[in-house]
């Protein structure tokens, strides 16, 4: 079972027998939501009941689907748990497990880098997920495994694809990771996983 599947399984049982699972939420692609600095993609956003919460991601899909969908699904490809990871997302907002679901403003961007910057200081640095401005901003502390890193960044397209989902699921007990922006939060709150967007909406 991924740290994924452990994500959902916890919400389910968070929601057993409060109607949520019946739940419709929309995903819809917002291109013109302001998006976290750190990854790559658009912004799908899951719409639960009045709330909003964003996925960055380079495959996004447009769907209408239950809460329950996730239950027990095999969430075998990216674009699956991307969607599952909106959800999430959404589901958080709603029951308010969570905040900064949405991407901070644009105004925010240079200290957030700035905190993290001095967060990571002196450490070796492993990408997980297209992170451009990370891959720019800290360019000579990164190293190209994770074995080799004191610190794995993870963005939202790094939890999905099949790669990520290894690296995670080998790494999370034995090296520090980070969770980066708003498209991670709603798995960093079901798991306890550290999470760093200190400006997110």
């Not at 709330?51 to 996004?60: A, D, L, M, N, S």
């Not at 105004?107 to 450490?123: I, V």
Request: glycine share 12%; net charge neutral.
């Amino acid at each position: 079972m991924s740290f994924l599947h452990e994500a959902v399984g916890r919400l389910e049982a968070l929601l057993q027998d409060s109607g949520c699972e019946d739940g419709v939420v929309a995903l819809h692609v917002n291109y013109d939501a302001d998006v976290c600095q750190y990854p790559k993609g658009v912004s799908m956003e899951g719409w639960f009941g009045g709330r909003i919460g964003q996925f960055v991601t380079g495959e996004p899909i447009r769907a209408t689907t239950r809460v329950s969908f996730m239950f027990g699904a095999p969430l075998r490809d990216r674009r699956q748990r991307g969607a599952a990871c909106a959800i999430i997302n959404a589901v958080s907002a709603f029951l308010c497990l969570e905040r900064g679901l949405r991407a901070c403003t644009p105004d925010h961007r240079a200290p957030c880098l700035a905190a993290l910057s001095g967060e990571l200081s002196g450490r070796r640095i492993y990408a997980l997920g297209p992170l451009p401005a990370v891959e720019r901003a800290f360019e000579r502390q990164l190293v190209d495994s994770p074995d080799a890193a004191d610190v794995i960044l993870v963005g939202g397209d790094g939890m999905t694809s099949d790669a990520g989902v290894e690296c995670i699921d080998a790494y999370r007990s034995k090296k520090r990771m980070v969770f980066l922006g708003p498209s991670t939060a709603g798995v960093c709150g079901l798991l306890n996983l550290e999470h760093w967007c200190p400006y997110g909406r």
